[in-house]
């Protein structure tokens, strides 16, 4: 059994984790504190009111229809989803104003239909294949983004393809069932920088390239919007000219490469995985836990030592919670288990039975493999299940 004096502590050592639920863990658990979640929605919601933009966060990361009140008491009332699966499931959960920021999925389209005839809906076109298709299949009103690719070059139209978007918009405009909303990007390439610099160049550059978008085609659409969604550039940047509407959604938790980046402090973390220490290997330095690819997936950053780090480590020390600095991380996954490099001096905090926490790489893909949350209050959260 885990000793349960793991949970009686209020931490203050590193003024990242507060009081833990008095519940035995375990397995791997994904603890979220309540408290930061709701002032990281605060702290957005704030921003965008201050810059007069339209706040539509991504849901993506939490996934969880509680949560989702948590917004709504908040003040937000429309959300942005990566799938039509996930529109549905907070659709059914009282959201009626609803953007896919996914384009358009042609066999899905009937299926679509459906949610459109219930709700405000707003998908995304790239091409004139999901255009025609929407056009022969669509049955009620559903409004269309033209999906621009700043730069990532993972999906969207480049912002210099103007015959093709002129193309597109003709053929929304001969569709009585299709409202042209206006463009929309993700500049998801500031995931990528190496500085707070880097992401205001990567930033600046995408507005510059969609205020020509909308400087161009505002006279004939006056009331198209401009919508981005990135959080590195939502959390540092203030210059958001010609934008209408910010849709970021890893700041709900953030992680550590949200804090690598400089776009959170530790304090704004708000999800930690809890595991069991299994073993202990002097010889080499490591302790196996409780905790592999399958809770935390497989995303990693640079650590200080040049190889890559997977989570930070906090320990517990009488009645302390001890972030240990990045000589100690989580530096391998299998399956089931992860493999933690620790300096012979820090070896002590480790027992086979402890129950230590780790800070996740991206919070989004550990939160999407568990699929429900223990809150620091001690409540089980789900979260949009498998289908």
């Given at each position: 059994?885990i ?9 203050h050592e ?10 035995e863990?375990?397995?791997?658990t ?6 930061i ?5 605060g702290?957005?919601?704030r921003?965008?009111?201050e810059?007069?933009?339209?706040f ?11 949560i989702?009140k948590?917004?709504r008491?908040a003040?937000?009332?429309c ?7 996930m529109?549905n499931?907070?659709a ?12 358009v999925?042609?066999?899905?389209i009937?299926?679509?239909?459906e949610l459109?005839?219930r ?12 255009l025609?298709?929407l056009q022969?299949?669509i049955?009620?009103h ?8 700043t730069?990532?070059n993972?999906t ?14 003709e ?9 042209f909303?206006g463009?929309l990007?993700?500049?998801?390439h500031t995931y990528l920088a190496?500085?707070t610099?880097?992401?205001?160049s990567?930033?600046?550059d ?6 020509a978008?909308k400087a161009r085609?505002?006279s004939?659409?006056p009331?198209?919007?401009?919508s981005?969604g990135?959080t590195p550039?939502c959390?540092?940047c203030?210059n958001?000219?010609?934008v209408d509407e910010i849709?970021?959604g ?8 949200q804090?690598?980046?400089g776009?959170?402090k530790?304090t704004?973390i708000a999800?930690r995985m809890?595991?069991?220490v299994?073993a202990?290997?002097?010889?080499r330095?490591?302790v196996?836990?409780?905790g592999?690819?399958?809770?935390f997936?497989?995303?990693?950053i640079i650590n200080?030592?040049?190889k ?10 009488g009645?302390?919670k001890?972030?240990?600095d ?5 530096h391998?996954?299998s ?16 027992r ?8 996740p790489?991206h ?9 429900e ?8 959260i789900k979260?949009?299940?498998?289908f």
């Amino acid at each position: 059994m885990i000793r349960n004096d793991y949970f009686r502590n209020f931490i203050h050592e590193y003024n990242c984790v507060v009081y833990l639920p008095e519940m035995e863990i375990t397995k791997p658990t994904l603890l979220l504190n309540k408290e930061i979640v709701l002032r990281n929605i605060g702290n957005m919601l704030r921003k965008a009111n201050e810059l007069n933009l339209n706040f539509r966060p991504h849901f993506k990361t939490h996934q969880s229809a509680e949560i989702g009140k948590w917004f709504r008491e908040a003040g937000v009332k429309c959300i942005t989803v990566s799938s039509l699966t996930m529109a549905n499931y907070f659709a059914d959960a009282g959201w009626d104003d609803i953007t896919i920021a996914f384009s358009v999925n042609i066999p899905e389209i009937p299926e679509m239909n459906e949610l459109a005839g219930r709700i405000n809906l707003n998908v995304l076109i790239e091409n004139m294949e999901g255009l025609e298709a929407l056009q022969k299949q669509i049955s009620w009103h559903t409004g269309v983004f033209i999906k621009i690719d700043t730069g990532y070059n993972r999906t969207g139209i480049e912002a210099n393809r103007i015959p093709l978007i002129d193309q597109l918009l003709e053929g929304i405009q001969k569709s009585p069932l299709l409202q042209f909303k206006g463009f929309l990007s993700h500049t998801g390439h500031t995931y990528l920088a190496n500085s707070t610099h880097d992401i205001y160049s990567r930033h600046f550059d995408a507005l510059l390239k969609m205020k020509a978008l909308k400087a161009r085609y505002q006279s004939d659409w006056p009331e198209l919007i401009i919508s981005i969604g990135d959080t590195p550039s939502c959390s540092i940047c203030d210059n958001f000219d010609g934008v209408d509407e910010i849709r970021p959604g890893n700041f709900v938790f953030y992680d550590l490469m949200q804090f690598k980046l400089g776009s959170c402090k530790l304090t704004d973390i708000a999800v930690r995985m809890v595991c069991p220490v299994i073993a202990t290997h002097p010889s080499r330095n490591e302790v196996v836990i409780y905790g592999g690819a399958i809770h935390f997936a497989k995303d990693s950053i640079i650590n200080i030592d040049g190889k890559p780090l997977f989570g930070r480590i906090i320990v517990t020390e009488g009645d302390r919670k001890i972030l240990l600095d990045e000589k100690n991380y989580l530096h391998a996954l299998s399956q089931e288990h992860g493999i933690l490099r620790i300096t012979p001096q820090d070896l002590k905090y480790f027992r086979p039975g402890d129950l230590i926490e780790i800070i996740p790489v991206h919070s989004c893909l550990t939160a999407n493999l568990m699929k429900e949350y223990l809150t620091t209050e001690g409540e089980i959260i789900k979260m949009l299940p498998f289908f």
